[in-house]
Protein backbone atom coordinates (compact mmCIF):
# COMPACT_ATOMS: atom_id res chain seq x y z
CA UNK A 1 0.00 0.00 0.00
CA UNK A 2 1.41 3.30 -0.92
CA UNK A 3 2.56 5.69 1.83
CA UNK A 4 0.78 9.38 2.32
CA UNK A 5 3.90 10.78 3.58
CA UNK A 6 5.91 9.62 0.40
CA UNK A 7 2.73 10.94 -2.12
CA UNK A 8 2.81 13.90 -0.15
CA UNK A 9 6.65 14.43 -1.08
CA UNK A 10 6.14 13.38 -4.52
CA UNK A 11 3.56 16.36 -5.04
CA UNK A 12 6.02 19.03 -3.43
CA UNK A 13 8.69 16.98 -5.48
CA UNK A 14 6.15 17.84 -9.12
CA UNK A 15 6.13 21.29 -7.68
CA UNK A 16 9.87 22.07 -7.25
CA UNK A 17 10.51 20.80 -10.57
CA UNK A 18 7.86 23.06 -12.29
CA UNK A 19 8.72 26.14 -10.93
CA UNK A 20 12.74 24.98 -11.85
CA UNK A 21 11.38 24.94 -15.13
CA UNK A 22 12.21 20.87 -15.49
CA UNK A 23 10.85 20.09 -18.66
CA UNK A 24 9.72 16.31 -18.21
CA UNK A 25 7.33 16.91 -15.40
CA UNK A 26 5.40 18.89 -18.26
CA UNK A 27 5.32 15.36 -20.14
CA UNK A 28 3.43 14.00 -17.18
CA UNK A 29 1.23 17.18 -16.84
CA UNK A 30 0.22 17.18 -20.22
CA UNK A 31 -0.69 13.19 -20.10
CA UNK A 32 -2.34 13.15 -16.57
CA UNK A 33 -4.14 16.47 -16.26
CA UNK A 34 -6.97 16.96 -19.21
CA UNK A 35 -6.85 20.63 -18.66
CA UNK A 36 -3.03 20.98 -19.54
CA UNK A 37 -3.57 18.62 -22.14
CA UNK A 38 -3.62 21.22 -25.06
CA UNK A 39 -0.33 22.81 -23.76
CA UNK A 40 3.16 22.80 -24.98
CA UNK A 41 5.93 22.19 -22.67
CA UNK A 42 6.68 25.81 -22.42
CA UNK A 43 3.10 27.10 -21.75
CA UNK A 44 2.81 24.08 -19.31
CA UNK A 45 5.87 25.41 -17.37
CA UNK A 46 4.80 29.11 -17.66
CA UNK A 47 0.96 28.26 -16.49
CA UNK A 48 -0.24 28.18 -12.95
CA UNK A 49 0.88 24.94 -10.85
CA UNK A 50 -0.20 24.98 -7.24
CA UNK A 51 0.36 21.99 -4.82
CA UNK A 52 -3.74 21.32 -5.28
CA UNK A 53 -2.63 20.33 -8.95
CA UNK A 54 0.63 18.54 -7.94
CA UNK A 55 -1.52 16.92 -5.52
CA UNK A 56 -4.02 15.96 -8.18
CA UNK A 57 -0.98 14.52 -10.58
CA UNK A 58 -0.03 12.09 -8.01
CA UNK A 59 -3.91 10.77 -7.65
CA UNK A 60 -4.32 10.69 -10.81
CA UNK A 61 -1.36 8.51 -11.47
CA UNK A 62 -2.31 6.23 -8.21
CA UNK A 63 -5.51 5.84 -10.55
CA UNK A 64 -7.86 8.37 -8.16
CA UNK A 65 -10.33 11.22 -9.67
CA UNK A 66 -8.32 13.36 -6.74
CA UNK A 67 -5.99 13.77 -3.55
CA UNK A 68 -9.29 13.29 -1.15
CA UNK A 69 -10.08 10.26 -3.30
CA UNK A 70 -6.78 8.91 -2.75
CA UNK A 71 -6.37 9.54 1.13
CA UNK A 72 -10.08 7.80 1.18
CA UNK A 73 -8.84 5.19 -0.36
CA UNK A 74 -5.34 5.04 1.48
CA UNK A 75 -7.52 5.04 4.81
CA UNK A 76 -9.88 2.36 3.30
CA UNK A 77 -7.08 -0.36 2.25
CA UNK A 78 -5.21 0.72 5.93
CA UNK A 79 -8.62 -0.30 7.81
CA UNK A 80 -8.89 -4.00 6.01
CA UNK A 81 -5.67 -4.55 6.15
CA UNK A 82 -4.23 -7.27 8.14
CA UNK A 83 -0.42 -6.48 7.40
CA UNK A 84 0.49 -3.12 8.20
CA UNK A 85 3.85 -2.95 6.53
CA UNK A 86 4.02 -1.26 3.25
CA UNK A 87 3.25 -3.09 -0.14
CA UNK A 88 3.92 -2.28 -3.66
CA UNK A 89 1.79 -0.40 -5.86
CA UNK A 90 2.21 0.04 -9.61
CA UNK A 91 1.46 2.82 -10.67
CA UNK A 92 1.51 3.29 -14.60
CA UNK A 93 3.40 0.90 -17.20
CA UNK A 94 5.24 2.67 -20.29
CA UNK A 95 6.17 -0.06 -23.19
CA UNK A 96 9.57 0.21 -24.61
CA UNK A 97 9.76 0.33 -28.14
CA UNK A 98 12.99 -0.55 -30.24
CA UNK A 99 13.51 1.81 -33.36
CA UNK A 100 15.39 2.46 -36.36
CA UNK A 101 15.10 6.14 -36.70
CA UNK A 102 13.81 8.14 -33.73
CA UNK A 103 12.66 10.88 -36.05
CA UNK A 104 10.66 8.94 -38.64
CA UNK A 105 9.38 7.08 -35.58
CA UNK A 106 7.75 10.33 -33.80
CA UNK A 107 6.51 11.93 -36.96
CA UNK A 108 4.52 8.76 -37.29
CA UNK A 109 2.88 8.45 -33.53
CA UNK A 110 2.52 12.33 -33.52
CA UNK A 111 1.15 13.02 -37.22
CA UNK A 112 -0.47 9.56 -37.55
CA UNK A 113 -1.58 8.39 -34.66
CA UNK A 114 -2.49 11.81 -32.58
CA UNK A 115 0.47 11.43 -29.85
CA UNK A 116 2.18 14.22 -28.24
CA UNK A 117 6.10 14.29 -27.63
CA UNK A 118 6.88 14.09 -24.19
CA UNK A 119 10.68 14.70 -24.98
CA UNK A 120 13.34 13.95 -26.90
CA UNK A 121 16.96 13.41 -25.10
CA UNK A 122 20.53 12.60 -26.77
CA UNK A 123 22.39 14.62 -28.94
CA UNK A 124 21.40 12.96 -31.60
CA UNK A 125 18.41 11.91 -30.15
CA UNK A 126 18.53 8.12 -29.12
CA UNK A 127 15.26 8.40 -26.36
CA UNK A 128 12.16 9.68 -26.55
CA UNK A 129 8.36 9.51 -24.88
CA UNK A 130 5.19 9.83 -27.10
CA UNK A 131 1.85 10.05 -25.17
CA UNK A 132 -1.63 10.53 -25.66
CA UNK A 133 -3.98 10.99 -22.86
CA UNK A 134 -2.67 9.13 -20.11
CA UNK A 135 -1.00 6.28 -22.47
CA UNK A 136 2.55 6.42 -23.30
CA UNK A 137 5.04 5.08 -25.41
CA UNK A 138 9.16 4.96 -25.06
CA UNK A 139 11.28 5.07 -28.21
CA UNK A 140 14.59 3.75 -28.04
CA UNK A 141 16.64 3.84 -30.80
CA UNK A 142 18.57 0.97 -31.43
CA UNK A 143 20.88 0.52 -34.62
CA UNK A 144 19.88 -2.93 -35.54
CA UNK A 145 16.61 -4.05 -34.47
CA UNK A 146 16.44 -7.50 -32.21
CA UNK A 147 13.73 -9.20 -34.05
CA UNK A 148 12.25 -10.11 -37.44
CA UNK A 149 9.34 -7.52 -38.74
CA UNK A 150 7.97 -10.44 -41.02
CA UNK A 151 8.03 -13.17 -37.54
CA UNK A 152 6.13 -9.94 -35.47
CA UNK A 153 3.44 -9.57 -38.44
CA UNK A 154 3.09 -13.46 -39.31
CA UNK A 155 2.50 -14.09 -35.79
CA UNK A 156 0.86 -10.99 -34.53
CA UNK A 157 3.46 -10.65 -31.56
CA UNK A 158 2.17 -7.44 -29.92
CA UNK A 159 4.79 -4.77 -28.72
CA UNK A 160 2.20 -2.72 -26.88
CA UNK A 161 -1.76 -2.66 -25.84
CA UNK A 162 -3.17 0.29 -25.11
CA UNK A 163 -6.24 0.31 -23.45
CA UNK A 164 -9.06 2.84 -25.11
CA UNK A 165 -12.34 4.59 -24.77
CA UNK A 166 -14.65 4.89 -27.94
CA UNK A 167 -12.63 2.07 -29.49
CA UNK A 168 -14.81 2.61 -32.61
CA UNK A 169 -14.34 6.48 -32.73
CA UNK A 170 -10.60 6.25 -32.66
CA UNK A 171 -10.66 3.23 -35.34
CA UNK A 172 -12.56 5.48 -37.59
CA UNK A 173 -10.09 8.66 -36.62
CA UNK A 174 -7.16 6.14 -37.76
CA UNK A 175 -8.88 4.96 -41.05
CA UNK A 176 -9.77 8.55 -42.21
CA UNK A 177 -6.09 9.57 -41.52
CA UNK A 178 -5.20 6.58 -44.17
CA UNK A 179 -3.87 4.56 -41.98
CA UNK A 180 -3.15 0.83 -42.84
CA UNK A 181 -4.32 -1.53 -39.89
CA UNK A 182 -2.43 -4.83 -39.53
CA UNK A 183 -5.44 -5.76 -37.94
CA UNK A 184 -9.25 -4.04 -38.14
CA UNK A 185 -11.92 -3.65 -35.53
CA UNK A 186 -12.89 -7.06 -35.11
CA UNK A 187 -14.54 -8.53 -31.69
CA UNK A 188 -12.59 -10.74 -29.74
CA UNK A 189 -14.01 -13.62 -28.29
CA UNK A 190 -13.22 -12.41 -25.28
CA UNK A 191 -15.57 -9.49 -26.00
CA UNK A 192 -12.92 -6.82 -26.34
CA UNK A 193 -13.29 -4.77 -29.21
CA UNK A 194 -9.27 -4.64 -31.20
CA UNK A 195 -7.73 -3.48 -34.00
CA UNK A 196 -4.11 -3.09 -34.69
CA UNK A 197 -1.35 -1.00 -36.04
CA UNK A 198 2.14 -1.87 -37.00
CA UNK A 199 4.72 0.87 -36.55
CA UNK A 200 7.30 1.72 -39.59
CA UNK A 201 9.44 -0.85 -37.71
CA UNK A 202 7.19 -2.90 -37.25
CA UNK A 203 5.93 -2.57 -33.89
CA UNK A 204 2.74 -3.94 -33.58
CA UNK A 205 0.50 -1.80 -31.05
CA UNK A 206 -3.00 -3.20 -30.24
CA UNK A 207 -5.76 -0.85 -29.11
CA UNK A 208 -8.32 -2.14 -27.14
CA UNK A 209 -11.86 -1.18 -25.46
Known sequence: MPNLEHLKKQAKLYLKQHRDQYYPVAAAIRTVLPRYGHLDDNQILNASFKLADAQELVARKSGFESWQALKKGLQTMSDHSDNPVSKPFLVLA???????????????????????????????????QVCRNSARLNLRHVDRLPFDRDQLAQEDLLSATIVAQEIKALFLEYQEKGILFHQSLRTEPWGARTFIVADPDGNLIAFSG
Open 94 to 128: EPQLFVSDIHKSCDFYVNRLGFMLGFLYGEPPFYG
